[in-house]
Every structure is written in C-alpha cells, then in structure tokens.
C-alpha cells in the first residue's frame, strides 16, 4: 500500500499562488491515480484534481479550472498542486488521496483508499 503526506500548505494574500505537494512513502506512487480534495469545517470534503498514473491526463473541479493545476513527477514520487490566483474562498484543509493500486481515476472521495492527513490553505483577503 502507499501512505500519502501533504506538505506546503500556508497562508498567502488574494492573488497570491501557492503550491502544495503529496508525497508518497510505501509503493511506488506511479501506479496510483492521486486525487487532490479539499474540505472547510461544517461541509462535505469536496474534489479539487486528479491526474492518472503516467500524468497523461487530468480532471478538475468548474471552480477551479483555469486557476489550479495537478501535475507528478513519478520519479520523485510526488504529485503537486499549483493553485494560482487565490481568493479567499479557497481556504480549507486540502487532502491528497490515491486510489486502489491499479485502479483508474475518479471523482469520487469513497473510490480513495488511500489519504494523507491535510495540508491548510489560507487565503486572506
């Protein structure tokens, strides 16, 4: 099994850009479709970005399309997201997930085995 951990998260200005990152330790992280959701108290965690095994194809949220990107670096083990422009709605505690070794992307935060433990995101205003 693999064992994300998100690490980059902080606090920048509106219009500011930020990027975090998701780590694997355990299996090789290539062969795991990585989701990135993001989750502010009182509400459902919510799908941010997946990207699949080789990068060759990613998939994003309306609200953040244009503004966030998912990319990996197999090599390294490591899956980024780049969030440009930030405005403060975007605060919340963002999850980097995997899915089953193998297994396609998806939407869907219950198809995810696989969670790190959180990264905070603060956009002040």
């Known amino acids: 099994q693999v064992q994300p951990v998100e690490s980059g998260g902080g606090l920048v200005q509106a219009g500011g850009s930020l990027r975090v990152s998701c780590a694997a330790s355990?299996?090789?992280?290539?062969?795991?479709?990585v989701g990135w959701f993001r989750q502010v108290p009182g509400k459902e965690r919510e799908f941010v970005a997946v990207?699949?095994?080789?990068?060759?194809?990613?998939y994003y949220a309306d609200s953040v399309k244009g503004r966030f990107t998912i990319s990996r670096d197999n090599a390294k083990n490591t899956v980024y997201l780049k969030m440009n422009s930030l405005i403060p709605e975007v605060t919340a505690v963002y999850f980097c997930?995997?899915?089953?070794?193998?297994?396609?992307?998806?939407?869907?935060?219950?198809?995810?085995?696989?969670w790190g433990q959180g990264t905070q995101v603060t956009v002040s205003s």
């Open positions: 355990g299996r090789t992280f290539s062969s795991y479709a």
């Open positions: 990207i699949t095994r080789n990068g060759g194809s990613t």
């Open positions: 997930a995997a899915r089953r070794f193998g297994a396609t992307w998806s939407l869907i935060k219950s198809e995810y085995d696989y």
